[in-house]
């Protein structure tokens, strides 16, 4: 239930468990509600990962909860609630604050996940999905472009020079992309047919395969390419709720 300025905690969870089909993700962590904090939720603050720095500024900003990407108990992580997990957990816990977070499903959804965001920001129009769980898209740019101008678009677009691997005049018709660290979806990528695969880490095999497949890979940065989908998640609460969200952006050049 809401009343005005604040909505239910559980309430505010069943919203968006629905909203990002949660529940048919196989994930490497818990999505949803992680750490239970107040009933009434009238302040969030979102980010892409709930580091001790996003911590301290839900506190700063009276937050009644933190809404992020990237959360906490991520599979095969030491458990115990020890040293810098004590810290985080604990200044949390003493300031009462709910903490939701949504891996795959914020990767995943049609328009306000981490792909669709990126895409739209960059004027990609999306025609396909590819990947484990459809994580990833494919599309088209506003017109045929070059991979290096494509490289310098994206680097406009998200603040943040990318790193281009493959031929700078490669002409790009087709664009695969999915965000964050989805550079094992090369192969899947390049199954799409498309002229180029942008997504936000880069490893050592990935170059070794977009030299020998003639795929172009760009590498734009795991925070920079998964900011907007937790930003467009936010704005939706407040739209439907009229509850205060704020995105807070904790620089990270990886």
Not at 203 to 219: D, I, K, N, P, W
Request: hydrophobic share 45%; aromatic share 8%.
């Amino acid at each position: 239930m809401m009343s005005g300025d604040f909505v239910l905690r559980e309430d505010l969870r069943a919203d968006l468990d629905s909203l990002l089909d949660a529940a048919r993700f196989r994930d490497y962590c818990p999505n949803g509600l992680q750490v239970e904090g107040r009933e009434r939720v009238a302040r969030i603050v979102c980010g892409v990962t709930a580091c001790q720095a996003l911590v301290e500024a839900a506190i700063e900003r009276k937050a009644d909860a933190l809404l992020v990407h990237h959360g906490w108990f991520w599979k095969a992580e030491d458990g115990r609630i020890t040293g810098f997990r004590k810290q985080r957990m604990a200044r949390l816990l003493a300031h009462d604050i709910n903490l939701f977070a949504y891996h795959l499903p914020l990767d995943a959804h049609a328009t306000l996940g981490n792909n669709a965001q990126l895409g739209l920001r960059c004027g990609w129009s999306i025609d396909g999905r590819f990947g484990d769980q459809d994580i990833g898209f494919v599309g088209v740019p506003p017109a045929p472009t070059l991979a290096g101008d494509l490289a310098r678009h994206v680097g406009q677009v998200l603040g943040r020079a990318p790193l281009l691997i493959g031929d700078a005049a490669r002409k790009v018709e087709r664009i695969a992309w999915c965000s964050g660290g989805a550079q094992g979806y090369f192969e899947a990528a390049l199954a799409t047919g498309a002229d180029v695969f942008v997504s936000g880490e880069i490893s050592e095999q990935t170059v070794h395969l977009a030299r020998e497949t003639g795929m172009a890979f760009l590498a734009a940065g795991h925070h920079a390419t998964e900011r907007y989908g937790v930003m467009a998640l936010g704005a939706h609460l407040e739209g439907k709720f009229g509850i205060h969200c704020e995105f807070v952006d904790i620089d990270n050049p990886a």
